[in-house]
């Protein structure tokens, strides 16, 4: 059971425990080379402005034991922002108590007191028993979509182009 | 060739323009049925506190023929802000003169401006000729990651469920 865990948004304090959960999922995602985050880079994305991002800590106690980190995106049929979960992260040692399903909750919570009309997310595709709890509190995947990303020297290429516009 | 297109952000003057234009869009994707977005929603998104997205729009002469609506998502692992591209659309008369391309290079333009790590957007996977186009600017589809969406009662009984948190 999950009723020992509190949730809480985060202060400034908290951004080496952010930057070390960053790590540990990607650890778990296989991904951990590609992690450059600073924790300057965090403090001025959470804390600056504008404010790119929030997070939330589940805590056993005074100890952070997962997170999550969030922004909205904006869905232009519906008129409304979105809350879209970047990270979700629990300690493999504190998984099975229910501590995910209560970020998302709050996740969902929070979408509903901002009047955000969705709430969404990725998950890689190997990662079957995430799926299979993202589609028991049912949420729906996006299959027919297809996510482009340019980025490195294909982004500064099209961004240096000479141009006519200021 | 697009020299006679200027590019230019919107006012709020262009609100209307911006849903036509929506509209526009979610018929291409046969999806207009979804669009509930009024002007109002509008108003307040992109140009309200807090600011939820920004537009910038393609004419000719004074006139709009194209847009590409857009807000900042956040990557964990670089630590930067990135640009995310919800819309992008040019009217189909003014189709094949390089209206949509010069729409990409502004907004690359503006995420380097930006120091943001990367540009990103969706297509649907049966619209061809758009991914022929992406992948010919160096876009590279991210097709490990599943997108999940939790929206209408779903997200309503998750977010309501009783819960120790204040």
Same mark, same amino acid.
């Given at each position: 059971?999950?009723?020992?865990? &509190?949730?809480?948004? #985060?202060? +400034?304090?908290? #951004?080496?425990?952010?930057?070390? $959960? #960053? *790590?540990?999922?990607? @650890?778990?995602? +296989?991904?951990?080379?590609?992690?450059?985050? =600073?924790?300057?880079?965090?403090?001025?994305?959470?804390?600056?402005?504008? @404010?790119?991002?929030?997070?939330?800590?589940?805590?056993?106690?005074?100890?952070?034991? %997962?997170?999550?980190? $969030? !922004?909205?995106?904006? =869905? &232009? $049929?519906?008129? @409304?922002?979105? #809350?879209?979960?970047?990270?979700?992260?629990?300690?493999?040692?504190?998984? %099975? /108590?229910?501590?995910? *399903? +209560?970020?998302?909750?709050?996740?969902?919570?929070?979408?509903?007191?901002? /009047?955000? =009309? +969705?709430?969404?997310?990725?998950?890689?595709?190997?990662?079957?028993? =995430?799926?299979? !709890?993202?589609?028991?509190?049912?949420?729906?995947?996006?299959?027919?979509? *297809?996510? !482009? /990303?340019? &980025? %490195?020297?294909?982004?500064?290429?099209?961004? @240096?182009?000479?141009?006519?516009?200021?």
């Amino acid at each position: 059971m999950s009723t020992d865990i &509190t949730l809480r948004p #985060i202060g +400034r304090h908290d #951004i080496p425990q952010v930057l070390a $959960f #960053i *790590r540990d999922l990607a @650890r778990y995602e +296989r991904l951990e080379h590609e992690v450059l985050a =600073s924790e300057q880079d965090l403090s001025e994305a959470l804390f600056g402005e504008p @404010r790119y991002a929030e997070v939330v800590f589940a805590c056993l106690g005074p100890k952070p034991v %997962g997170f999550a980190l $969030f !922004f909205h995106n904006f =869905s &232009t $049929f519906k008129g @409304r922002p979105g #809350i879209y979960l970047e990270d979700l992260y629990v300690q493999p040692e504190m998984r %099975g /108590r229910g501590i995910g *399903r +209560r970020l998302l909750e709050w996740l969902a919570r929070t979408a509903l007191e901002r /009047r955000c =009309s +969705r709430l969404e997310w990725a998950v890689l595709d190997w990662n079957a028993p =995430s799926i299979a !709890f993202y589609e028991s509190l049912g949420a729906r995947p996006l299959d027919e979509w *297809r996510t !482009f /990303r340019l &980025t %490195g020297s294909a982004l500064e290429q099209l961004g @240096r182009r000479e141009s006519p516009d200021s």
